[in-house]
C-alpha cells in the first residue's frame, strides 16, 4: 500500500473535523432591574399618574416572567427609610419583597440603618437569593445566607452572576463591625473567578455610587451592571458592555432583554450579545391584586400604629411658633438632639419653621408618632454635611438676622452654645460659639446635621448649599422616623431650655 493511501484515512478525517460546524449556542434573557425602593404604596407624581410601590413592581415583573426566561435583579437600598420601616424596622419590606421574589438581591447601605442584628434578622427572612461578595463577618467569613456568586444555564449560555454592595456604609449607615471590602475590586475580581468556572456572559449587581459604575464599567471585565444608589433612570451601551439603574421607589423598572451568542471552537467559547433596553413606566401597569391587598392591610395598620406611645415629656414642650422661631425651644432641642445623635454629628440645626404644630405639650404628656408627624409635616429628610467653622458661624448669623421679629429661619441647634449680642447689627451679632466645650474653629470642618430645606439654602442658609454631603439627599432618611426612634429609645425628655442659645 503507499504512503498516500496509508494516510488517506487520516486525511479524511482531519478534513471532516475542518469542516464540521462549530457548536452554538443562543440564550435569550431579560435582566429586569429595580433599586432603592422605600414605599409600598404607588405615589402621585408631578404630571397627575399614580407610579411606584409593590403592587406595580409586582405586576411589571410578572408580565416580564410570562415571556420568557427572566433574572430579576434588585440593586438595594429597601428596609429605610419610609415612615412604616421606622415603626416596624423594614420587616413589611420583606415580606411584599418575598411576594416579588428577585431571583437575585444585593443590600444597600439603607439596609443597615437599624444596625447589624435588625440587617441579619431581616436577611434571614428573605426567601430570595443574597449576594454581597465584598461584604464579611467581623472574623472576615461570608454572611449567612449570602452568596458571592453564582452561575446559572439558559439555552446552554452561562451566565454568572455577583453581586457587592456599597463600600462606604460604615460611613453611611449603621452596620456596626461588619466588614467591607471595595466595591468595584471585588467585582472585578468575582467576575474573573466566574470566567475561570465556565462563565460566558457575566453580572455585576452592585450597590454603588455613578463614579465606582464607570470604574467598573471601563474594567471590561463584566457585561452588564446592575447598579443602584444614586436615584436616577439611566442606561449606558457602547455596543461592549451596558450598566443600568432604574430610578426608585419602582417609578420605573428597566427591561435589557439580551440575546446572547455563544460558539465553541476548538473547546474555545466565544461570546456576542446585544440587548434591547425597555423602560416600564410603572404609570401604565395595572396593579397586581394580591400585592395590592397585602400593601392595603399595611397602610390600615399603619393607621393604627401612628397613635402608638413613643415616650414621655418631663418638661414643657412648647411648639407654637412665637416659641421656636425666636428663641431656644425645648421642643426644639429635642429634634436637634435626635438629629445629632442619628447622624453622630458635631452639630445640628433645625429651622424653627419647620417645627409647625403650634402646641404645648405638659410634663407628663405621653407623646405619640402622630405627635412628631404634627411636628414635622414636610416629609423631610435629615441631611449631614461637612462645613467649615466660618460656614457655621455665617450658617448661625443668618439664624439670628431677623430677631427681635419672629421667623422660621431662626436656629434651633445641638453640640453648639451660641451668645449674641442683638444691638449689633444682623451678620456680625454672634460674640461666642462653642462646639462642645472648645471655641469654634473657623478653618475645621464639622460634621452638621441639619434637614434637605437648609441643605438647599432655604431660609437664607446659602452658605450651607455647596457643601459636601455625606450622602445624596434622596438617599437620607427621613427627618420624622430619626426623631421617632430617638425619642424610642430615650424614652422621656428631660432636656429643657438649657442656655444652648444665649441672646443678649
Do not use: C
Request: glycine letters at 8%; proline letters at 5%; charged letters at 25%.
Amino acid at each position: 500500500m503507499s504512503a498516500i493511501a496509508r494516510l488517506l484515512p487520516f486525511i479524511v478525517g482531519l478534513a471532516l473535523m475542518l469542516a464540521a460546524p462549530a457548536r452554538a449556542q443562543t440564550a435569550k434573557v431579560a435582566f429586569v432591574l429595580v433599586n432603592d425602593i422605600y414605599q409600598m404604596s404607588e405615589q402621585k407624581m408631578p404630571d397627575g399618574k399614580a407610579r411606584g410601590g409593590f403592587a406595580r413592581l409586582a405586576a411589571a415583573v410578572k408580565a416580564e416572567r410570562a415571556k420568557g426566561p427572566v433574572i430579576f435583579a434588585h440593586a438595594g437600598d429597601t428596609l429605610s427609610p419610609s415612615l412604616m420601616s421606622g415603626f416596624d424596622r423594614g420587616a413589611h419590606i420583606i415580606t411584599l419583597t418575598n411576594m416579588v421574589a428577585p431571583d437575585a438581591f444585593v443590600p444597600g447601605n439603607h439596609e443597615f440603618d437599624f444596625g447589624k442584628a435588625t440587617f441579619l434578622q431581616r436577611m434571614a427572612e428573605a426567601t430570595f437569593p443574597r449576594y454581597a461578595a465584598n461584604l464579611r463577618g467581623p472574623d472576615g467569613a461570608p454572611l449567612p445566607g449570602f452568596e458571592d456568586r453564582a452561575i446559572v444555564t439558559i439555552g446552554g449560555v452561562r451566565i454568572g452572576i455577583t453581586g457587592a454592595t456599597y463600600d462606604d456604609t460604615a460611613r453611611a449607615s449603621s452596620p456596626e463591625d461588619l466588614k467591607f471590602a471595595s466595591t468595584v475590586e471585588t467585582a472585578k475580581t468575582q467576575a474573573g473567578a466566574l470566567r475561570r468556572e465556565g462563565a460566558d456572559f457575566v453580572v455585576a449587581i452592585i450597590h454603588a455610587d455613578r463614579r465606582q459604575d464607570y470604574e467598573l464599567f471601563g474594567s471590561r471585565t463584566v457585561d452588564l451592571i446592575l447598579s443602584g444608589h444614586d436615584h436616577d433612570l439611566f442606561v449606558n451601551f457602547d455596543e461592549r458592555g451596558a450598566m443600568v439603574e432604574s430610578s426608585y421607589d419602582g417609578h420605573f423598572v428597566t427591561v435589557i432583554e439580551a440575546t446572547i451568542d455563544v460558539v465553541e471552537r476548538d473547546g474555545k467559547r466565544e461570546m456576542k450579545w446585544w440587548p434591547q433596553i425597555r423602560i416600564i413606566d410603572t404609570a401604565t401597569v395595572t396593579p397586581d391584586p394580591q400585592v395590592a391587598a397585602a400593601v392595603a392591610a399595611y397602610e390600615q395598620d399603619f393607621t393604627r400604629e401612628i397613635d402608638v406611645p413613643l415616650g414621655t415629656t418631663a418638661v414643657e414642650l412648647d411648639s407654637r411658633n412665637v416659641t421656636v422661631r425666636t428663641g431656644e425651644a425645648a421642643v426644639g432641642n429635642l429634634i436637634a438632639d435626635a438629629m445629632r445623635a442619628s447622624a453622630r454629628a458635631d452639630v445640628a440645626i433645625m429651622n424653627g419653621g419647620g417645627i409647625r404644630s403650634g402646641k404645648v405639650y405638659a410634663p407628663g404628656t405621653t407623646l405619640t408618632r402622630r405627635d412628631i408627624l404634627a411636628e414635622m409635616p414636610f416629609n423631610n429628610r435629615m441631611v449631614t454635611i461637612e462645613v467649615s467653622g466660618n460656614d457655621l458661624r455665617r450658617a448661625i448669623e443668618n439664624g439670628l438676622a431677623l430677631l427681635p421679629n419672629a421667623s422660621g429661619r431662626f436656629p434651633q441647634v445641638s453640640g453648639i452654645t451660641v451668645e449674641a449680642d442683638l444691638k449689633r447689627p444682623p451678620g456680625s451679632r454672634v460674640v461666642a460659639i462653642k462646639v462642645g466645650a472648645l471655641p469654634l474653629d473657623n478653618d475645621k470642618l464639622y460634621r452638621l446635621a441639619t434637614n434637605d430645606f437648609m441643605a438647599r439654602g432655604g431660609d437664607g442658609y446659602g452658605m450651607l448649599r455647596d457643601a459636601k454631603q455625606l450622602l445624596p439627599v434622596d438617599d437620607s432618611p427621613l427627618l420624622a422616623n430619626e426623631i421617632m426612634v430617638y425619642l424610642r429609645r430615650i424614652g422621656a425628655v428631660r432636656s429643657g431650655i438649657e442656655g444652648r442659645m444665649i441672646l443678649r
